[in-house]
C-alpha cells in the first residue's frame, strides 16, 4: 500500500468518524449534560468520556501496516484538550491512547503511539489556557500538525527494529499529518456549530420567557383575578409548545387554555391532586404520567404537567401549570421554564402591592394638595370681588359662586379619581375669576371632544398646569396671551395639551421642574411639580408629561391618561362618581 492509497482509505473513514461525532455532539442529553461552559465535575467526566471515544472510533477508523495503525486518535483528543482545557484533554488522550496500547493493536508500536495521544491531548488543553477563542480551527489544525510530527519522532526512536519503524513512518507519516491535521480543524468547527446552534435555541427561548414577561406585566400587576388569569395563560400558551397552560388561586382554576379545556374550567374548583399538593407544600412538581397528575376525569388528555407555585409577600397564591400530552410531551426544559415564569409571575404579582400603595402615596399628596389654599389667590379674588360689588352686583355673586365652586372642590380631599367634566369645570371656576382680574389680557380655547367627558382622571391635574400658564407665561407679557387646551381621545388612551404664547422658559427651568426632590409648597412652581411626579406614581413612567418651551414664544405640555384597568382603581371612581 502507497501513501495515496491510505490517504484515500483514512479519508473515507474519516468522514464517516466526523458525522458520528456531530451525531454524538447533536444527541439532546449530551449537549445539555457535557457541554456546558465553566462545568462542575459531571460535566468534565462527561467530556473526557465523549472525547475518549472519539479518539478510539480513530483508532478503529484507522488502517492496519506493517503490524501497526495509520490512525485518526489526534482530531479527537486535541479537539478535546481546546474544549474543555489540560484534564479534558489528558482524560480523553488516557483513554484513546491508554486504548491503544492494552488492546496492542499493532504490537512494536503501541507505546509510543499511545503515549503520544496522551502527550496530544495534554498539550492541547495547556494551549487552550492561552486563547480567548478555544476552539479555534487553526490552533486545532496547528496542534495536529505539530503533534503528529512527534508522533512519528517518537515512533522512530522508541519502536523496535528501527528499520521497520522508518518503513512504517515513511507509509503513514504525510496520510496522519495531512488528515489529523483537517480532521482537527473540521472537528472544532463541528463543535462551534453544535454550539451556535445551542446558543440560537437558547436565545429564542430566553427571548421567548421576556415577551411573555413583557406582554403581561399589565395584566397580573392588576392581580389574580379570572380576567388577569385568562390573557396571561393565552399569552404563555402563544409563546411555549405546551398542550395547555393554566393559572390557579388557592380555591379555583382561574384560566386553562388549551387541551383540556372540556372539564379544566375556569371558575371551577382545583380537581388535580398535583395542584393542591403544590399549593399545601409550596414546592414545584415534575409529573410524567396522568396517574401522577392527578385528574379524575376519564378522558384527560394529559400525560406530563409542571406544576410551580405563585408567591406573594411570602405567601403561596396559586399556581402556574404547564401540561403536556402524547403528541406535545414535556421535558425537563419545560419544568425549569415553568418555574422561571412562575417567579416571573410572582414578581408582577408583588408590584401590585407597590403600585397600590404609590397610588395611596400619590392621593395622599393630592389631598395635601387640595388642603393647600393660596393665600394669595383667594386675597386677590375677593379684591376682585369687592371691587364688582359697587359697580356690578350681578357680577359679584356670580364670581363669588365660581369662587366657592373652586374652593369646594380644592378641599374635598375624599376623590380619588373624577370624570373629566368635573376637572373641566374646576378649571372654569379658576378662570373666570382671572379673567375677572386680568380681562382681555388672559383669552382661552377649549377644544374637548365629547367622548372623553366622563373619562376618569386624577383630579387638579389640568388646572395647576392653566394657573401656571397664566402667572409664568400670560402675565410676563404687559397684552396677555392665549391658552389653548386641547384635548382628544385615541384608543386607549386620552391625549391632553396645553399650550400658551407668554414668555416661555429656559432648558434650565425645564430640566429643574423635572428634577426629581421633595416638593416643598414654599417653592415656586409646586403644581407643575405635583403633576409631573403624581402622573407618573399613578401611571408610571411611560405616561411622563412633556414640556416643549422656546423664551419669548411660549410653552407647550402635553400628556396621556390611560384608562383605568386596576380592581383599586375602578373602585374609586365608582365611589366618586356615585
Sequence with gaps: MNPETLIITLAERFGLIVAGAFLLLTITPVHKIGFRQSSPKVDIAMQILIFGICGILGTYGGNFVFQSVANLRAMAVITGGLFGGPLVGLGAGLIAGGHRILIDLGGFSAIPCGTATMLEGLAAGIVSLYLSKKMDWRAAAGLAFVGEIV???????????????????????????????????????????????????????????????????????????????????????????????????????????????????????????????????????????????????????????????????????????????????????????????????????????????????????IRRLQAQINPHFLFNSLNTVTSFCRTNPDRARELLLELSKYMRKNLDSSRGYVPLHEELAQLNSYLAIEQARFGERIKVDLNVENECLEWPIPPLIIQPLVENSVKHGLMGREEGGTITLDIYCDNEEMNISIDDDGIGMSQDQIEDIYAKKKIDSREKGIGVRNCIQRLEQIYGPQYKMVIISVEGKGTTISFKVPKLRTAVQMSEFAGNAG
Excluded: W
Design 151 to 365: 508522533h512519528m519522532i517518537m515512533v522512530l526512536y522508541l519502536s523496535h527494529p528501527f528499520d521497520e519503524a522508518l518503513q512504517l513512518v515513511k507509509l503513514i507519516a504525510m496520510p496522519m499529518i495531512v488528515l489529523n491535521t483537517f480532521g482537527a480543524a473540521l472537528f472544532a468547527q463541528v463543535i462551534n456549530i453544535v454550539f451556535r446552534h445551542g446558543t440560537k435555541q437558547d436565545s429564542v427561548k430566553a427571548q421567548h420567557i421576556l415577551d411573555i414577561a413583557n406582554l403581561t406585566v399589565s395584566h397580573l400587576r392588576s392581580g389574580l383575578t379570572l380576567e388577569s388569569a385568562q390573557e396571561t395563560a393565552k399569552i404563555i400558551h402563544a409563546h411555549l409548545s405546551a398542550a395547555a397552560v393554566a393559572i390557579t388561586d388557592n380555591v379555583n382554576v382561574l384560566a386553562h387554555v388549551g387541551a383540556g379545556a372540556d372539564h379544566h374550567l375556569a371558575g371551577k374548583k382545583i380537581r388535580t391532586d398535583s395542584t393542591l399538593q403544590v399549593l399545601n407544600e409550596g414546592e414545584p412538581l415534575f409529573l410524567e404520567s396522568n396517574k401522577q397528575i392527578g385528574c379524575g376525569h376519564p378522558g384527560c388528555p394529559f400525560t406530563s404537567a409542571a406544576v410551580v407555585p405563585l408567591h406573594k409577600n411570602g405567601q403561596v397564591v396559586g399556581t402556574l401549570k404547564l401540561y403536556g400530552t402524547r403528541r406535545n410531551q414535556l421535558d425537563q426544559l419545560s419544568f425549569e421554564m415553568a418555574k422561571g415564569l412562575a417567579n416571573l409571575c410572582s414578581t408582577q404579582l408583588e408590584l401590585e402591592e407597590i403600585q397600590i400603595k404609590e397610588q395611596m402615596l400619590a392621593h395622599a399628596e
